[in-house]
């Protein structure tokens, strides 16, 4: 529990899990259960110095010291979770971890069947896909707009998933990614609005955005907009650690929450981490703490801050929204005249010691978030200021380089089939005219360049520049 004031009232905050593993902490007992370090009397004295005694003398999981379990949900994780589902405006909310992989994970296994078609984004992740590998679904794919200028995909309208829905019956689930790694936002009120139409469930991957339900700066999130599953990688901007995320069930959902809740244990691990546990329930209790809304104000009010210093630059520009899609205001994608994404990002970490978030040929993308103060952005500006205003060069900088992959796949058998059929690895130059047996996704952001069961064409070696060899078919 965490008391707050504010405007000379106490709230409390309760964070379950955090408090159980506190009074576990101060109640040490003799230990003769996993982990077999023992509160880190069994480690490499170098690792118990750099991560501290304290973090291993907590690092235990599941069922030990009154912390309740996850699968089923008990004690104070079903408390924490519950608590979520209503920060978040859920009916129910699942921790994951394992990330939001986990969850589409279980939403491909629990509630797709084989020979179903889902429609799904071209430029999913590829979880998505792995899901749908598991469960023997296809994907019908949605195209979103492309930005050119820009190097990446755009948003998704409502008319492509009006048009697939009434021309094709049996799609039993659309499954969109909402915002895109780089922050674009689709109008999901009316794709909300044309799948209730419909009756086909809609699930939204919301991994970049779980700090929309925290500010009214942010885009609506999807739950609002009566999305039957959203999933949110808290750990990604949330301020939980790495790995841990959160699966939300809304209050009319049209799901099988049963079926997922089953797929969700059989695909986790039986010893979850409850230091991760604890790092969701403490970073929901902190967006809900007044603390916590002053992070979140900061980070936008320092990406308001980096936009409108870029908009004087020359040379540097950053993505807004335009005619038909919003943008997360936090997630900063610019890109800078004569110059790669990819230099632009080793000038920014080999001269100025800063790491971005990604970059590809055409930009980058930097992330505002919860934990950067003003002088982190102050520097930032700084140094592009210096970038625009230099005369760097990049002989790998191409005008209308093609960045993406966009190119309409040919299917020539269903995923789970490729995915299970023999294969064999050939050099990447033969590999025109075979069918690809692997997903190939560069991370990040996982967005796939060709999956199983797709022809390989010539179009695609410039986008496969990473791989000599490639698994296809036998
Ligand atoms: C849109 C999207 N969904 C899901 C994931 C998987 O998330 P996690 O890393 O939490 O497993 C990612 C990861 O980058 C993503 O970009």
Sequence with gaps: ?????????????????????????ENPTYQFHIPGHTKGNGVLPDFKKLVGSKALSIDTTDE????????????????????????????????????????????????TKKGQRILTNRNCHRSILTGL????AEPLWLVPKRFDDWGI??????????????????????????????????????????????RVPLVVDEAHACLW????????????FGADIVIHSLHKTGGSMSQSSMLHVSENSMIDADALEKSLKLLHTTSPSLILLASLDAARANLESPKGKKQLERAISNAKYLRSEIDKMEHIHHLKPDFGYMTDVTKVFIRADGLSGKRLESILEIEFGIEVESASDAGLLLLSNLGNTRSDMQYLVKCLQMIDQSHYSDICYLE?????????????????????????????????GRISAEVIAECPPGIAVL????????????????YDFIEVIK
Excluded at 159 to 185: F, K, Q, R
Excluded at 407 to 431: G, H, Q, V, W
Aim: hydrophobic content about 40%.
């Design 153 to 198: 995909w755009g948003n998704i309208t409502p008319e492509s998933v009006e048009e697939a829905l009434s021309s094709h019956d049996d799609i039993s689930m659309v499954w969109i990614t909402n915002p895109t790694y780089e922050g674009v936002v689709s109008d999901v009120k009316s794709i909300s609005a044309i799948c209730k139409k419909y």
């Design 213 to 224: 339900n925290f500010n009214k700066h942010l885009p609506t999130p999807a739950l609002q």
């Design 400 to 432: 209308n380089k093609k960045h993406m992959p966009m190119l309409t796949p040919i299917i020539k058998m269903s995923l789970r089939e490729a995915f299970y059929s023999e294969k064999e690895t050939i050099p990447k130059d033969l590999s025109v």
């Design 64 to 111: 030990f010291d009154n912390l309740g379990t996850l699968h089923p949900a008990t004690g104070p994780i079903k408390e924490a979770q519950e608590l979520a589902a209503k920060a978040f405006g859920a009916k129910k909310t699942f921790f994951l971890l394992n990330g939001s992989t986990a969850g589409n994970l279980a939403i491909g296994m629990g509630l």
């Design 1 to 25: 529990m965490t008391n707050v004031t504010k405007n000379n009232k106490s709230i409390k905050i309760k964070a379950p899990i955090v408090e159980a593993l506190k009074q576990a902490y």
């Design 451 to 466: 999956l199983p069961g797709e022809l390989i064409t010539a179009e695609h070696l410039p986008y496969l520049t990473d």
């Design 133 to 136: 590998i598991i469960s023997g």
